[in-house]
């Protein structure tokens, strides 16, 4: 079965258009118009997926694609380089099997190489694990089966414990004693403009000196950062930008491993994006949540139905979202269409224009932030097609993020989603699931933190992850 035009198979128009953006592509609807043409070829062939991580644990991910030969071979190639794109961002790995049609495979393994179209993605995957990214080709039947042990990870509250949130201006700290906080606090702190890891050593550990005060003894100490982190071991961590290259891995990487031996107490330090997920978690008394914060850049977390941190990398920041050819470029990775300029600051700065609000471009972005949201509080129109624009972006993003992830609540939450504008936000994205997607209405509930979710804490919940050693 050949289209007349094979170029619009990742390219239907949504039923619900961005108000800000009608070029926009969702991949959602991308992905499901291609599945529904390969189920009608004539010829189709399976793919496995299978990204491995550290300590060989193994996720797979299966899909249909066309035969090669077919007048959309490009399309099949595009539709499976943003489908490797999202799951290695998803879930991380240092070595992608792919099981299927070797002209593909092939494909895939030009893509993502060093020096290839998605070079930088590869780069950080070898920084993140420490070794040379793979492609391996093979037929689907020989590709490895998944292989995963995750230990839960959180929402232990037995003993004396200490939590810390690194955030990019405070540092957040708790002290837990049997569930309870006896002690919290915030410290300013400004990480990124300082370029001596000693002291951020210093201030982190004066932090749980402070807090510990308030406790009869310490069995454990628990961390939420914004990064990566594999093994407590730091891997990519904006916090620590300042420190020279040559230091990092030297000094930063190796910084919670010395805390640790300091305290000689066990210690696990977590995405703030899984802590995020696991603090509404414990405040819902629910499993199965994908938290998607909204700030500086997109942050994201996930705890399985079984109430477990995976050890996933849900790095959504550099997903796509967006098929468009006049997508959104991201400065960083160069990739067009991806979640940093559809779910933070930077969106709001990119379609401030668009709305016809004029705030110069060298006002920060946090001020832009600031400045609509007092448009919004004022009842501005078009303040509120900015946050509208955002809502679609957001419904159909969780679409896509329900095929491979496993979830059943969603918690919007960071400044973006702030005051009357979050209220749009969530309205929208649950109007594009009414609309094109309904079989998730009834299976996707969106929460906006709410008071009870704000008192667990972000460094209470931090202090819950580690098991203590006598469980």
């Given at each position: ?7 619009l198979i990742?390219?239907?128009t949504?039923?619900?258009v ?9 991949l ?6 291609y ?5 009608a ?8 997926l ?9 996720v ?12 959309a071979?490009a ?6 380089e943003?489908f490797?794109?999202l ?14 049609p070797?002209p593909?495979?092939?494909?895939m ?10 070079g930088f ?5 070898e ?6 990214f ?7 039947a ?6 995963e042990?995750a230990?839960p990870?959180?929402g ?8 810390f949130d690194?955030g ?6 708790a002290a ?10 915030e410290l300013p ?7 001596d890891?000693?002291v ?8 749980l000196q ?9 069995d ?5 950062a ?13 916090l ?9 891995p030297?000094?930063?990487k190796?910084?919670?491993h010395r805390?640790?031996q300091?305290w ?5 330090v ?5 802590v ?8 819902l008394k ?13 942050a ?9 941190i995976?050890?996933?990398l849900?790095?959504?920041?550099f997903?796509?979202?967006d098929?468009?050819h006049g997508?959104?470029?991201d ?6 269409g ?7 600051q930077?969106a ?5 224009r ?8 060298t ?11 007092a448009?919004?509080a ?11 624009t ?6 159909y993003a969780?679409?896509?993020y329900a095929a491979?992830?496993?979830y059943?609540?969603v ?7 702030t ?8 309205d929208?994205?649950?109007?594009v ?5 309904p079989e ?6 969106l929460?906006l933190?709410?008071e ?6 972000q460094a ?5 992850l580690?098991?203590?050693s006598t469980?």
């Amino acid at each position: 079965m050949n289209p007349p035009d094979p170029h619009l198979i990742l390219d239907p128009t949504p039923l619900v258009v961005p108000p800000l953006d009608p070029g926009f592509r969702p991949l959602a609807l991308g992905n499901q118009h291609y599945a529904r043409w390969v189920a009608a070829a004539d010829r189709r062939e399976p793919v496995v997926l299978a990204l491995e991580r550290q300590d060989r644990q193994t996720v797979v991910f299966r899909t249909e694609v066309a035969a090669p030969g077919s007048v959309a071979d490009a399309v099949t190639e595009r539709y499976l380089e943003r489908f490797v794109k999202l799951l290695l961002w998803q879930v991380g790995g240092w070595k992608l099997t792919f099981g299927g049609p070797s002209p593909f495979g092939e494909a895939m393994a030009r893509a993502y190489h060093r020096d290839g179209l998605r070079g930088f993605d590869v780069r950080l995957m070898e920084t993140v694990y420490d070794r040379p990214f793979e492609v391996v080709v093979c037929p689907a039947a020989e590709a490895p089966a998944a292989s995963e042990s995750a230990v839960p990870l959180g929402g232990h509250l037995d003993g004396c414990r200490l939590g810390f949130d690194l955030g990019a201006s405070d540092y957040k700290l708790a002290a837990v004693q049997d569930g309870r906080a006896v002690f919290t606090t915030e410290l300013p702190w400004d990480p990124k403009n300082e370029a001596d890891p000693e002291v951020h050593y210093r201030k982190i550990h004066e932090g749980l000196q402070l807090a510990a005060q308030h406790l009869p003894r310490v069995d454990a100490i628990g961390g939420s950062a914004a990064g990566i982190y594999v093994h407590n071991e730091v891997k990519v961590a904006s916090l620590f930008r300042a420190v020279p290259p040559d230091v990092f891995p030297v000094k930063v990487k190796p910084l919670f491993h010395r805390l640790q031996q300091a305290w000689n107490v066990p210690l696990e330090v977590a995405n703030d994006g899984d802590v995020t997920a696991l603090a509404a978690a414990m405040a819902l008394k629910v499993n199965g949540i994908l938290g998607i914060a909204m700030g500086s850049s997109q942050a994201a977390g996930y705890l399985d139905p079984q109430g477990r941190i995976l050890g996933w990398l849900n790095e959504l920041a550099f997903a796509p979202v967006d098929l468009s050819h006049g997508a959104a470029r991201d400065e960083w990775s160069g990739d067009q269409g991806v979640g940093a300029q559809y779910f933070s600051q930077q969106a709001v700065g990119r379609l401030l224009r668009s709305a016809g609000i004029d705030v110069p471009e060298t006002v920060p972005l946090p001020e832009r932030l600031q400045r609509l949201q007092a448009l919004m509080a004022s009842g501005d129109t078009r303040a509120a097609r900015v946050y509208q624009t955002i809502g679609v972006y957001l419904g159909y993003a969780l679409a896509q993020y329900a095929a491979t992830y496993d979830y059943q609540h969603v918690l919007i939450l960071g400044r973006v989603t702030t005051g009357p504008g979050g209220d749009h936000i969530v309205d929208l994205a649950g109007k594009v699931l009414a609309t094109e997607f309904p079989e998730l209405v009834d299976r996707l509930h969106l929460h906006l933190p709410d008071e009870q979710t704000k008192r667990v804490g972000q460094a209470v919940a931090a202090a819950s992850l580690p098991r203590l050693s006598t469980q």
